[in-house]
């Protein structure tokens, strides 16, 4: 029972026009992550994906789903939620009851975790069957085939002693072979329908270049960032001219919360050689038109505030210094003043001396 209610998360849509414009294979996936902390202690998680984009969560208290996109619920009924929202929150918890009734016999040490992923995948017209997967504590535990449970080679006794009892439930794994062999492609393609205009959006991305920590003397470590795009594939490398350079080292395609994709790529050279080397970006948002950056229009960017501010502070200082010297050396003189001429002169006045002022 607790296998049909997992898979019956997969039935959020009665079906759906599949569209052949998605350019890879897109699976659809629940995960179902039960921690024991000991004996009296345990608890649940759920979520769903549509590739790596979460679609749905789940509140554990409650067993309410949560719908994280305005296309999550597709065009499944509101009644039909709510009844598998009852289901899932009781077997969830009778999942948990199940492992914590078989920790001595199946030599389970606290704390721990088993983590089941179900779903399907949609390849460009074609479906494949469905799968389900369980493991404990990150590894295999066991995996489902048609209509049984099969121990995973490196299970040992402990496997081939739960998939015993999970292969007693014959009926239940009918129905787990027909729910994600034939529902969740389905479900899938309705899916895929109703996020058509989010899913098929593109992004552009944003590029620049920074240095990372030095690896070494006389060399530099190049960064190029590319950031905020959609969808996920990209093509992100350093150049020499029209030569990819072998050294370029590329990082992981990480997610941001918004649903585009960030990457950074690394070249570490020397110096001296860093001149004629760009980092080109190719995506499906660029129209053809590729990214270029080019190390030398970055690299005065961390120098003009030495090159240009630098000269600029120091003949403000010599301005200064000379302002300050003129100033302290120059006094008004009284030359020529009508004091200093001589009153017997002829025409002449007599004025007052300036120290009489």
């Known amino acids: 029972m607790l296998l049909l209610q997992l898979v019956l998360l997969t039935v959020l849509v009665p079906g759906g026009d599949s569209d052949d414009d998605f350019q890879e294979p897109i699976t659809f996936r629940i995960i179902l992550t039960a921690s024991f902390y000991n004996r009296a202690r345990a608890q649940n998680q759920g979520s769903a994906w549509l590739g790596q984009l979460q679609t749905h969560g789940w509140d554990s208290k409650t067993g309410a789903f949560i719908f994280l996109r305005p296309w999550s619920r597709g065009n499944f009924s509101n009644e039909h939620f709510m009844e598998l929202e009852k289901l899932f929150h009781s077997y969830s918890i009778r999942f948990l009851q199940v492992f914590q009734d078989h920790v001595s016999q199946w030599q389970l040490e606290y704390p721990f975790q088993v983590q089941l992923e179900g779903g399907c995948e949609l390849h460009l017209g074609e479906v494949s069957e469905g799968f389900v997967h369980i493991g404990y504590q990150g590894s295999d535990l066991m995996s489902f085939q048609n209509t049984s449970w099969w121990p995973s080679p490196k299970g040992g006794r402990r496997t081939e002693e739960v998939c015993t009892l999970f292969n007693r439930f014959y009926v239940v794994n009918e129905i787990i072979h027909t729910?994600?062999?034939?529902?969740?492609?389905?479900?899938?393609?309705?899916?895929?329908?109703?996020?058509?205009?989010?899913?098929?959006?593109?992004?552009?991305?944003?590029?620049?270049?920074?240095?990372?920590?030095?690896?070494?003397?006389?060399?530099?470590?190049?960064?190029?960032?590319?950031?905020?795009?959609?969808?996920?594939?990209?093509?992100?490398?350093?150049?020499?001219?029209?030569?990819?350079?072998?050294?370029?080292?590329?990082?992981?395609?990480?997610?941001?919360?918004?649903?585009?994709?960030?990457?950074?790529?690394?070249?570490?050279?020397?110096?001296?050689?860093?001149?004629?080397?760009?980092?080109?970006?190719?995506?499906?948002?660029?129209?053809?038109?590729?990214?270029?950056?080019?190390?030398?229009?970055?690299?005065?960017?961390?120098?003009?505030?030495?090159?240009?501010?630098?000269?600029?502070?120091?003949?403000?200082?010599?301005?200064?210094?000379?302002?300050?010297?003129?100033?302290?050396?120059?006094?008004?003189?009284?030359?020529?003043?009508?004091?200093?001429?001589?009153?017997?002169?002829?025409?002449?006045?007599?004025y007052l001396n300036p120290a009489q002022w």
């Open 179 to 350: 729910l994600f062999s034939d529902t969740c492609p389905q479900f899938l393609l309705g899916l895929l329908d109703a996020g058509k205009a989010y899913l098929k959006r593109q992004v552009r991305p944003e590029a620049w270049l920074s240095t990372g920590p030095s690896p070494g003397p006389g060399h530099l470590l190049l960064m190029c960032h590319v950031s905020g795009f959609y969808p996920k594939p990209v093509w992100v490398t350093w150049m020499r001219g029209e030569q990819e350079h072998q050294g370029t080292r590329r990082g992981e395609v990480l997610p941001h919360a918004d649903g585009t994709w960030y990457l950074q790529t690394s070249l570490d050279v020397e110096a001296r050689e860093a001149a004629g080397l760009s980092c080109r970006v190719r995506h499906s948002s660029l129209g053809g038109q590729d990214i270029v950056l080019y190390w030398e229009q970055h690299r005065p960017v961390g120098l003009v505030f030495l090159v240009v501010l630098v000269p600029l502070v120091l003949l403000a200082g010599l301005a200064f210094w000379l302002w300050k010297h003129w100033k302290s050396h120059w006094r008004p003189q009284c030359t020529g003043l009508p004091s200093e001429r001589d009153p017997s002169s002829p025409g002449s006045s007599t």
